[in-house]
């Protein structure tokens, strides 16, 4: 969207027709949070930002309040914090006539970048590479999981016995993607519409499971249209009586869902990591992005995996990483390296699941890169076959969340590339959500232990 005043700007979107605005930004968790404005409301917040309750900061994804973090809480009254909108993320909301919907970044006490906000720390990330010459392109891949369900019924169910939109394991199914061509051509539409663009969309293997590819864009926007791709196909689904789930594993006999990250550095209109002469076709940057994300991957990983749910996808054979390594064209390791030696060049991060938060996963890969670029940090050995846990000279990814948190919190990389403030409050965060589940019992406890015991 091009610049424009607030006043040039509501009013050319009363005369398009639009009558009030959603606004608002993404949590720790990747939940977009917001609410209706006016449009005066809209000018006034569009001038100067306007107060959102910091709660947002001070609750899990469940809004059940943590007991532990330092952002917000009980001592501060959970106050407002400044909500800045972001002029360039504005767009129509196809699903809802006559709303326009505007991003917003928040800050702190003093105006600079709030210490939990994702998308900050992303900008800060940006930033960075900025500093060293380099600009980066990033996309988004996720698998998603569709049933035909409501919220509603899904709830009535327990999530347990959920009819899923299509039965058996079709992958890349022309019969199928037919079979339910409406909520296809919906999903193409309607994305478009709202601003993201989606380059291919396919069944996976599993029940009512697809694949979504986004074309790839300049980091920031990347990360928009990640975030934003989620809410959006939870409304077209939704209009289609359909239910989806981001899962990163949602049954433990059925393939997980990955959100692989695809990512490249420019510098001066042109691949940083395309070098046809030398004879891997890389330059050392590419080397040295592979080797800065390899060495750094264990104790970054709870940033990639985010929940509980995101560890029960690390096991064998499932095509989920579960070391810390690199191949080329090689989907069993954790980095599959595509185009060498072209324009195309460029990383796919494949550790990530459909669970990520787009702004923090793409944060902290391309602060690792940076971070590996910076301090020359050559990649261990490439792998050409299978990068299983076998080897032992091979970095092992944390197979639990608490493991993973424990990692990070003790990282010193980890708070230099991306911020003591955040790195804390995320620990807090994860450290939570691990006490969540420990004092859960589940149906498995139950099915195990409740009459043989």
Known sequence: ???????????????????RAKIGGFDIDGVLRGKYVSLDKLKSALSGGFGFCDVIFGWDCADVLYDNVKVTGWETGYPDTLAMLDPSTLRDIPWEPGVAAILADFRDEKGGPHPACPRSLLRTVVERAKTMGFSAKFACEFEFFCFKETPASLHEKKFSGMTPLSPGMFGYSWVREAQNKDLMADIFAKTRAFGIDIEGLHTETGPGVYEVAIRYDDVIRAADQAALFKVAMKQIAHEHGISVTFMAKWKADLPGSSGHIHQSLWRDGKSAFADPSSPDGMTSTMRHYIGGQCALMPELTALISPTINSYKRYVPGVWAPLTATWGIENRTTALR???????????????????????IAMATTLAAGLWGVENKIEPPALVKGDAGDGDATRKRIPRTLKEATQLLKESETARAILGSAFVDHYVRTREWEVRQYERAVTDWELRRYFEII
């Open 1 to 19: 969207m091009k610049e424009s005043s607030p006043d040039k700007l509501v009013e050319e979107l009363s005369a398009r027709g639009i009558t």
């Open 337 to 359: 390296i595509i185009g060498t030696g072209t324009p195309a060049a460029r990383v796919e991060y494949r550790q990530a699941a459909a669970d990520i938060n787009p702004y």
